[in-house]
């Protein structure tokens, strides 16, 4: 790598943004922070701005623009705000790089709006694949514009296809740490909490993940995504749980030859790949040691105790907005289970309505996709309130 890259970090004051800018900080000589873009936590975006020194920032909540023009002017930073801006700061001639990292739905019209603009992408949002993977995949296609997967299981599937482009793939497998609820039942599953809930038991990460990782929905969102990104079959797609998180994921080839990826579960790797592809750098994190892994196990998914992973597989079966709506009603069923108004095991209940209720568009426009995640939260609204009463 010649010149550093230039990177838009959307999400930056996140779990994957900041773990970003400290792979940007221990590698200045490759890396530059060219745009910052936040929601609301405006301290914590004004201390990055003021140590990464970005051509541009970009705070969500319109409320904080003042608070952060104040302090950022002086730096000669340019300062934006609302979702507008931060689906047209994109497009600075500046960018080299797009890392989209902005959590759920919240995150695609950037993306889009990224890749018509021929930026690579880095994509940590999986939720833009599940809502409009058809749409996004295709314009990529179209703009010759590269998805380059930070998911760890994705980056996984990607770095054991280095050197295969011409070789078929006759599955994958997609390791799933189980959570911390791996090996419960319902009747203990619908009293857990939220607290609980937030307890990884192997990765650190945003609250809307973690619940996510607990429920299996987040195994189900990237099936979904490994659809997408690597145009396979839904029945080229397995999950397998593996509570050491250790292999990140696995390709099985046409002559049944398996390759996986492995490393200690740390996103820094995956972002940093997504950052230097082809190439490889040198960096300093924690090296695997065999003797505190004496055993790597694996086990089949439990889809009886946690429906959504089985929901997500019917989604994807189904195809059209059906993902869409398994998506919105997921955010709202996570929000309402982060603020105690419905138990663990109605984050399901609530989908699986959603998933039969909302009318089924088999080939849905960007329009109709906008459409279908404003009813389908409404309606998954309305649900969760009931529940709550
Ligand atoms: P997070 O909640 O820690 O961070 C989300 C970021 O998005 C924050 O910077 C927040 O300010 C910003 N944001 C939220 N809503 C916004 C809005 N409406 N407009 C603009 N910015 C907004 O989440 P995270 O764990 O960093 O996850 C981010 C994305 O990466 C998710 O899609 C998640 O599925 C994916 N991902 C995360 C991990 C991980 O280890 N954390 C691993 C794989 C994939
Ligand atoms: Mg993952």
């Known amino acids: 790598m010649n010149k550093p ?6 999400g930056c004051t996140g779990s994957i943004g900041t773990q970003a800018l400290d792979v940007i900080r221990k590698n200045h000589k490759h890396f530059v922070a ?18 990464f020194k970005p ?6 909540d319109e409320s904080k623009y003042q608070q952060v023009k104040d302090v950022l002017f002086a730096e000669d930073i340019k300062v934006y705000a609302g979702a507008k801006a931060i689906e047209q700061i994109v497009e600075m001639e500046t960018i080299d790089m797009v890392l989209a990292a902005i959590v759920g739905y919240a995150g695609l019209a950037s993306v889009i709006n990224a890749i018509k603009h021929k930026k690579p992408i880095a994509l940590a949002n999986k939720e833009t694949l599940v809502v409009a993977g058809d749409i996004v995949t295709q314009l990529a296609y ?41 090996g419960k039942e319902k009747g203990f599953l619908q009293n857990v909490t939220k607290e609980q809930a937030l307890k990884h038991p192997n990765w650190v990460m945003g609250s809307k993940i973690t619940i996510d990782s607990a429920s299996l929905m987040n195994k189900g969102l990237e099936v979904i995504e490994a659809k997408w990104l690597f145009s396979l079959k839904p029945e080229q797609i ?5 509570p050491q998180s250790i292999v990140h994921s696995i390709v099985q080839f046409n002559d049944g030859s ?33 003797l505190d892994y004496p055993q790597l196990s694996f086990e089949q ?47 399901s209940d609530l989908i699986e309505t959603c998933l039969t209720k909302m009318s089924f568009v088999q080939k849905p426009t960007y329009d109709d996709y906008i459409l279908c995640d404003k009813e389908t939260r409404a309606f998954a609204k309305s649900l969760s309130l009931k529940k709550a009463l």
Do not use: W
């Open 238 to 242: 397995d999950v397998i749980v593996h």
């Open 5 to 10: 890259k230039r990177i838009a970090i959307l």
């Open 301 to 347: 998914p439990d889809k009886v105790n946690f429906p959504n992973l089985q929901l997500a597989f019917d989604a994807m079966a189904k195809g059209g907005n059906m993902p869409c709506v398994l998506n919105a009603a997921n955010e709202i069923a996570v929000e309402a289970f982060l603020q105690d108004k419905i138990g663990f095991l109605e984050m």
């Open 142 to 182: 179209e703009n010759a514009v590269n998805l380059y997967p930070v998911d760890s299981e994705h980056s996984a599937i990607f770095q054991c296809l280095a050197g295969e482009l011409d070789n078929s793939i006759e599955k994958i497998y997609l390791t799933a740490s189980g959570g911390p609820f791996r």
């Open 34 to 51: 060219e745009v910052l873009v936040g929601n609301s936590n405006a301290e914590l975006l004004i201390q990055q701005a003021l140590e």
């Open 258 to 290: 398996m390759k996986a990826q492995m490393g200690l579960p740390d996103m820094k790797l995956p972002i940093q790949y997504a950052f230097t592809f082809p190439e490889r750098i040198k960096n300093d994190f924690p090296r695997f040691n065999f």
């Open 55 to 60: 051509n541009a920032v970009v705070i969500a």
